[in-house]
């Protein structure tokens, strides 16, 4: 066995990465204590699989203990400032003298998922400086040249770019309307999703042909003077708006224009995904599933992603939510009442 020795790895399931990632996103001003200052050598997840693919390949690494980090070596404060450039937020650091690590703990409950309870025993340890001192790494595995921290970072904002979050540290918020499926609210990897479910008396099929019908002269079936307000504002700023409408009626292709949404992904009978494309300080999208619940019915899951830019994208979101509450609530339930089984259609 190889055991391999890593300071912060930068993707999904790092807790470390995830204290940057939400500090920088959420906090303009950032109270920086001591061990913002400590150097560390943080190595994208990427490198860290390719050790563990190459390690049986190389018999002299068995049974040994080996240090791995990336290609730069960087504070913690270097490490949010170059997120911050990642993502095109504009970020200040205010040094403190003093600030323990249960102070510091606190302000990260406070402020970010993760509860005080798990971040004092991070901090703590990130007040140690975390350095490869051996080139034991080089020598074992030089085809291996692990990426720079800026790459390593970029790396892991392109799954957000492209709609994907892997399950890491999460916030939920759930509420209920009286469905038997509540909407529950959730945070994963800085992506926030609201999903919603409900049991549609049809079978898949009529379920689908529904939400693909959605948008351009038919509107957006609940609350449709909301949509077209929003799209009035989008414009005032720059944006699309509602004037694009949809190519047909009826059907919806990859790449197609839906109001200020686009088409990114359709899978027939099965899944819709929407990227919006209107003003947002930050990226969303709207996705539909679909499958089938037995006895000609089908279960209908309604996600909402929103990925944040900084603290605006934030209050963005949580300020409007009550509204989106409202908004998507009806919706899924419109699509409901508005299909009607296969069947039917068949033998009228």
Not at 157 to 173: I, M, N, Q, V, Y
Request: proline share 6%; aromatic share 10%; net charge positive.
């Amino acid at each position: 066995m190889t055991e391999f020795q890593a300071a912060v790895i930068v993707g999904s399931g790092s807790l470390s990465f995830e204290l940057i990632r939400y500090l920088t996103e959420r906090v303009p001003v950032m109270i920086c204590p001591k061990w913002v200052y400590t150097r560390t050598q943080p190595i994208g997840i990427r490198d860290i699989l390719e050790y563990l693919a190459a390690a049986p390949a190389v018999p002299e690494s068995t049974g040994a203990v080996i240090q791995i980090g990336g290609a730069d070596v960087v504070t913690y404060g270097d490490m949010m400032l170059g997120y911050a450039r990642a993502r095109g937020l504009r970020r200040s650091m205010v040094p403190v003298p003093l600030l323990t690590p249960r102070l510091s703990s606190l302000w990260v409950d406070f402020v970010t998922p993760i509860p005080a309870a798990i971040a004092r025993p991070l901090i703590d340890g990130l007040r140690n400086e975390n350095v490869v001192t051996t080139d034991t790494a080089a020598r074992l595995f030089p085809a291996i040249k692990p990426m720079s921290y800026q790459e390593a970072v970029a790396a892991a904002l392109a799954k957000l770019e492209r709609g994907e979050a892997e399950t890491a540290w999460s916030d939920a918020l759930v509420t209920s309307q009286g469905d038997q499926r509540p909407p529950v609210l959730t945070t994963h990897e800085g992506m926030i999703r609201e999903r919603r479910e409900r049991l549609v008396d049809a079978d898949p099929e009529a379920t689908f042909r529904t939400f693909t019908g959605i948008g351009g002269r038919r509107g957006w079936f609940y609350a449709d003077w909301t949509w077209r307000a929003r799209g009035f504002l989008d414009r005032l700023v720059g944006g699309v708006g509602l004037r694009r409408g949809r190519r047909d009626p009826d059907h919806l292709r990859v790449g197609d224009a839906l109001d200020f949404w686009r088409v990114e992904a359709l899978e027939p009978g099965r899944l819709l995904r929407l990227r919006a494309e209107m003003k947002v300080p930050g990226r969303a999208w709207l996705q539909y599933d679909v499958a089938d619940a037995g006895g000609g019915r089908s279960l209908l899951v309604q996600t909402a992603y929103f990925a944040p830019k900084g603290l605006a994208g934030l209050l963005y979101w949580y300020l409007l939510y009550p509204a989106h509450a409202l908004i998507f609530s009806g919706l899924i339930a419109a699509i409901a009442r508005r299909t009607v089984p296969t069947h039917q259609i068949r033998t009228r």
